[in-house]
């Protein structure tokens, strides 16, 4: 009895743990959603409600005139979408021969993978602009989505190696034995397993490409090509002073493509790993 006492004690404590991480994770974007439909008497209160008391649609009407957010919208997702394929169709051979050929270069590989997420921004940006300067790619949509592939490629072969060794070679052995050639046991056998690697990993390098704001600041001084993070620091003036009603109602906007995105696949990257592994 004092084993299931403390059994139940303990998962309740754990409950309870998840249940405060999550309220802090979603009051700012509880917030966020209250700010943007708050009107300005609302906004200028010494005393804000968590609920607005009179919402209003003026705040995203305000944003939409103020600055050209479906323009940078579109641009966002552009380089977003390009950086996660790229990488994507880069690292999955990669990470395969990574996992599959324990050899000094592979390792050296892996290394390189670690150490480089250790870089900071501020450490390579001025390398990164004279390349893309000789390439004539400054200030340009393609030059960013270069930009982001080179700093994405890493973090998805980190994230792919793992899957990989997840799916146990014997199952390629087996397809040997079969007759299978190398590329139909790598379409037919490792490729359906590694789908919801690869569908997690795509998400990563695009929210990770979405969000990114330093690289587009620098890269992007034309108004049109700005991406939606640099615009949204439009809205604030140059005293520092923030219209929180626009800001707040284009911050919002801006985190409603990961969301779609992510409660659309989300299945897929639940989904086992190794569920088609078992089937006849």
């Not at 966020?32 to 607005?52: D, M, N, Q, V, Y």
């Not at 395969?96 to 390189?112: D, E, F, I, Q």
């Not at 219209?243 to 906007?253: N, R, V």
Request: with cysteine; hydrophobic share 60%.
């Amino acid at each position: 009895m004092r084993r299931r006492g403390g059994a139940r004690l303990r998962r309740a404590g754990q409950y309870a743990a998840l249940l405060a991480y999550l309220v802090f994770l979603a009051f700012p974007f509880v917030w966020l959603i209250s700010t943007a439909f708050k009107p300005p008497r609302e906004l200028g209160g010494l005393h804000p409600g968590w609920l607005p008391d009179d919402p209003t649609l003026a705040n995203f009407r305000q944003a939409f005139d103020e600055q050209p957010l479906l323009r940078a919208g579109l641009n966002s997702f552009v380089a977003a979408f390009c950086a996660a394929l790229v990488a994507v169709v880069l690292a999955t051979p990669m990470a395969y021969v990574m996992a599959r050929r324990k050899t000094v270069l592979a390792r050296a590989a892996t290394g390189w993978v670690v150490v480089s997420q250790a870089f900071p921004f501020v450490l390579v940006i001025i390398p990164l602009f004279l390349v893309l300067r000789e390439l004539r790619l400054v200030n340009s949509v393609p030059g960013l989505i270069l930009v982001y592939v080179v700093w994405a490629l890493p973090f998805a072969l980190w994230m792919l190696v793992g899957y990989v060794r997840a799916v146990p070679p014997e199952l390629e052995e087996a397809a040997a034995v079969d007759g299978a050639r190398r590329a139909r046991t790598l379409v037919s056998v490792v490729a359906p397993l590694l789908a919801p690697g690869i569908v997690a990993t795509a998400l990563f390098a695009f929210i990770s490409a979405w969000n990114e704001f330093f690289f587009a600041l620098v890269l992007l001084k034309t108004p049109e090509r700005q991406t939606l993070p640099v615009v949204l620091t439009h809205f604030i003036g140059a005293e520092g002073a923030a219209d929180l009603g626009p800001l707040a109602a284009a911050a919002f906007l801006a985190t409603i493509p990961s969301l779609v995105i992510f409660a659309l696949i989300q299945k897929r990257i639940t989904g086992g790993m190794m569920a088609g592994a078992v089937k006849s």
